[in-house]
């Protein structure tokens, strides 16, 4: 019963460094997307992908790259990690854009 | 650009008691709204939803209100539990479109 899965789930990383995080579903679910919550400011989308092929930019996608390498994983990656990035990231998916959207448990992500 | 709002970061209600959390949208192509519940250290996980041809959804212990022509839904929780202390994200969709999320409210539940 694993629904969205993430990894990893803590993370401390250097000004300048990179690093991919990963994320998984088997919920058969066409779209996937990255979130981060920050504190006061809710949960904003980095990236998403409507489906298999596809990506697209949310509304903070600076300092981000994505990939959808199948239709079950999307990885998330910090090319030059900055302090700003420090926040908690959620993947999620649903079975197409405009459906309920289900979460993975976070990765918590520090860079300093 | 706020799209969905959440006006009340806070909101502090005794056991038994009625929670209501508020949320106002000013999108008028959203037309599914959905609310979700976060624990510390856990991702949100859904809760209830209500799409745009009702205006009120019922399961449980939990009732989401819309009122369209005021761009408001609302989330009441009868009776309030220790339990429920958690925060709460309003979201709103439009057809094949993203989930836009409020900034949350904490709602804690006192005994």
């Known amino acids: 019963n694993a629904g969205v899965t993430q990894t990893p789930k803590f993370q401390v990383l250097k000004t300048g460094q990179s690093m991919t995080l990963q994320c998984a579903q088997d919920m058969n679910h066409n779209s996937m997307y990255w979130y981060r919550q920050d504190p006061g400011m809710g949960l904003r989308l980095i990236y998403y992908s409507a489906s298999e092929g596809t990506t697209d930019k949310g509304e903070v996608p600076n300092g981000y790259n994505v990939s959808r390498l199948n239709k079950r994983e999307f990885s998330l990656r910090l090319e030059s990690a900055a302090p700003s990035q420090t926040s908690v990231y959620f993947c999620?998916?649903?079975?197409?854009?405009?459906?309920?959207?289900?979460f993975g448990e976070g990765s918590w992500l520090t860079v300093v | 650009d706020q799209q969905v709002k959440q006006n009340s970061p806070s909101l502090s209600v005794q056991e038994g008691r009625i929670s209501i959390l508020n949320c106002d949208y000013t999108n008028s192509m959203f037309d599914y709204f959905l609310w979700y519940k976060k624990y510390p250290a856990e991702g949100p996980t859904f809760l209830i939803s209500i799409s745009s041809i009702k205006d009120k959804n019922e399961d449980g212990r939990f009732t989401v209100f819309l009122n369209k022509s005021a761009k408001h839904l609302s989330l009441h929780i009868v009776p309030s539990q220790p339990g429920d202390s958690a925060v709460y994200f309003c979201a709103a969709t439009g057809t094949a479109s993203k989930l836009t999320f409020g900034t949350g409210t904490r709602l804690q539940v006192t005994l």
């Open positions: 999620a998916s649903n079975i197409t854009p405009g459906n309920t959207i289900y």
